[in-house]
Structure formats: structure tokens, C-alpha cells
């Protein structure tokens, strides 16, 4: 298969994740960061105002989750899986691994520092989730990591991607996972993921189904990586 780009430490295909997963060696990757599409938009029945749509709505989705959870699972060693998610999304992040026999061993909890628009009758939300999906043999090493971090953000997304995540969050989530490598994100979208592995010299796979934001993350990671690129 031919990368849409590659350089001595990132590979980026573009394709769907579940066309492209597959292909991947088992066994093969240290540590998979991404961040899904959240199950906004999952209507089938119902008005549509609901964003998620019915409890079945919800319950579809996880058959999604379960198969790409299951492809990831065979792709790592015994590292870890970190997946982002919101409250509407927990329930199917937790029912697709135990259908995919993961367990999820923590939730984190990503303070923005900053609160997003709602609708009248609801909290305006500050915060977002990441489920931690760990391997057998996975560890980490330091101690004093706690469930709530803060990082900044704000409405402005550098890249334009509406859900674009901060390079700085994306390296802490490497960091802490003391992996070598290489980091899988099978939901590429602008790149930071990619390039927040980059930065730390550890070799990186993505996966994009939008041509378009694998144009950007290639623009991106073809610059030179001093530090941090916002």
C-alpha cells in the first residue's frame, strides 16, 4: 500500500481505517492515540435534534468501536490504547471494548481552561474525556500522574479542523505511556498525534479518510520539527 506520505519517522495512509488496519503487522505498534468521530450525528430514528439519537442509535455505534477497537487490539504489543471521548460517548467506548474484550482502566479527564457553547437548557462544557485501554503488560512508570489534567484550548483551532486536539495534549499522552513506538492514530484528521510523535523522535502511523486533512497533516509534518508545532 502507498503511503499519501512518509518520512524517516511518520508513515500517513489515506483510507478507511478498517480497510487499512488490517494490513498492519500484530503485534507491531507500542501505543494507539486518536481521537474518533464522537457519535454526534448517529440518528437513524427520531428528530434529530437529539445529536445521538435513541438508545439503539447509541448501542449501533459500539459495532463500529468493536471492530476497530479489535484491530488495534491485534496490532498492539502490550502497551496501550488511549481513545478520546465525551460523556455521550462513554457508554459506547466501554461497551465496545468489553465486546472487543479490552477493559478500559481509566478515564481521564482534560480540563480545556476554557468553556465551550451550549444550549440553554444545559452546562457549558470545559472538559473532555480520554478512555485508557490497556494491554496486559502495560505500565506507567510514573506514579504521581493523576485522572485531570489541564490544557489550555480554545474555540480557535489552528488548523481549521473542528476537532483538532492540542500537539502539547497529544505528547503528554505519549510521554506518560513511556512507548517507543511506534504511535498508531487510525483517525488522523489535522495531524497532531503524528505530529506531537514526531517531535519526540518516535516513529508514528496515521490513517485518514478525508484527503483534504491528510493534505494538511502532511503540511504539517513536512516542516521541520523544532520543539512543538502548534
Known amino acids: 500500500m502507498t503511503p499519501y506520505y512518509a518520512d524517516d519517522h511518520v508513515t500517513l495512509y489515506h483510507g478507511d481505517s478498517l480497510d487499512i488496519l488490517p494490513t498492519l503487522h500484530t503485534q507491531s505498534i507500542g501505543l494507539v492515540v486518536t481521537d474518533p468521530p464522537y457519535i454526534i450525528g448517529a440518528v437513524s430514528i427520531g428528530s434529530a435534534n437529539t445529536k445521538a439519537g435513541t438508545w439503539a442509535d447509541v448501542m449501533n455505534s459500539t459495532r463500529w468501536f468493536r471492530d476497530w477497537y479489535t484491530e488495534c487490539k491485534r496490532a498492539l504489543r502490550l502497551d496501550g490504547a488511549m481513545t478520546f471521548t465525551n460523556w455521550r460517548g462513554l457508554p459506547v467506548v466501554i461497551k465496545a471494548a468489553a465486546d472487543a474484550e479490552m477493559q478500559v482502566h481509566s478515564v481521564l479527564i482534560w480540563h480545556k481552561d476554557w468553556i465551550g457553547p451550549a444550549y440553554i437548557n444545559a452546562l457549558r462544557p470545559a472538559y473532555e474525556m480520554v478512555a485508557l485501554m ?3 503488560d502495560f505500565t506507567i512508570p510514573d506514579r504521581t500522574v493523576p485522572d485531570v489534567w489541564t490544557q489550555k484550548w480554545a474555540s480557535y ?6 476537532a483538532e486536539k492540542p500537539v502539547d495534549l497529544m505528547r503528554r499522552l505519549i510521554e ?3 512507548t517507543t513506538g511506534p504511535v498508531l492514530d487510525p483517525f488522523t484528521g489535522s495531524g497532531s498525534t503524528l505530529v506531537a510523535a514526531k517531535a ?6 496515521g490513517i485518514e479518510a478525508d484527503e483534504a486533512w491528510c493534505e494538511v497533516a502532511a503540511k504539517r509534518l513536512s516542516q521541520e520539527v523544532l520543539g512543538l508545532v502548534a
Open 134 to 136: 490497556a494491554m496486559p
Open 157 to 162: 483551532k489552528p488548523t481549521g479542523h473542528p
Open 200 to 205: 519526540l523522535g518516535i516513529k508514528a502511523i
Open 176 to 178: 506518560v505511556s513511556a
